[in-house]
């Protein structure tokens, strides 16, 4: 049986997309559907450079800057971002499969397809928020889709402030759905599948929560 990557099915149909990938003995059309999403990704976090989305403390020292070296920042901040738009889906996609190839033992491309389904996930809710950021007037913190907005209310620490906002609604989706594939595929127990998959995500969430308390604005 063949198995057609196909993102919208894998989002909305899982059910039959695992069912299909069980059963698949030969997998086909994968690379130009991870082409798409490294297009749209490198448009979206284009976009939010331009909106100023993760770029506030450069933004706000504008006073500080003659305009043409301000004018430089930004070309330097775009260029930052679409760095981060090839290495953002590559160490999702890519890189992470290795991790849950080696534990759960599934074969390292139907885990990389996996990986497709979370990252177009996140990369929806990035496309969702932006709007919302820029319309309200809101830093990612405040991101009113992360738990940023709950924990300014508990915490006074910057960090742990940008750690709960790097952590939003749509990473527990991704959560959700990749575990639902990979412990299906795999015959490891399903909760080894899910431990490797909070600590890959509370990897994650440190190192972006991390990344912009030092005022790195590279990640979105």
């Known amino acids: 049986m063949n198995y057609h990557l196909n993102i919208v099915k894998g989002l909305f149909r899982p059910q039959i ?27 979206t976090f284009a976009t939010s450079t331009y909106f100023g989305i993760g770029t506030e403390t450069y ?3 504008i006073t500080n800057y003659t305009l043409e070296k301000y004018e430089s920042g930004k070309l330097l901040l775009l260029g930052g971002k679409l760095i981060s738009g090839i290495l953002y889906p590559t160490l999702f996609i890519w890189f992470a499969s290795i991790f849950f190839w ?54 006074e620490h910057e960090y742990w ?22 412990a299906s595929l795999s015959e490891k127990n399903r909760f080894v599948a899910l431990t490797l998959l909070i600590l890959f995500y509370l990897i994650t969430w440190l190192l972006t929560g991390l990344m912009a308390f030092i005022k790195i604005p590279v990640l979105f």
Do not use: R, W
């Open 102 to 155: 080696i534990f759960l033992e599934i074969p390292y491309i139907k885990v990389v397809i996996v990986q497709s389904f979370g990252f177009a996930v996140l990369l929806l809710g990035q496309i969702v928020t932006m709007p919302v950021l820029v319309l309200l007037d809101l830093n990612l913190v405040s991101n009113p889709f992360s738990f940023g907005v709950l924990s300014q209310y508990a915490f």
């Open 59 to 61: 933004s706000g020292n």
């Open 17 to 43: 997309s695992l069912y299909q990938l069980q059963k698949a003995e030969a997998i086909k059309g994968v690379i130009p559907k991870l082409i798409f999403l490294y297009v749209i990704c490198l448009v």
């Open 161 to 182: 402030n940008s750690f709960f906002g790097s952590i939003t609604l749509f990473h527990l989706v991704a959560l959700f759905l990749q575990y639902y594939y990979l």
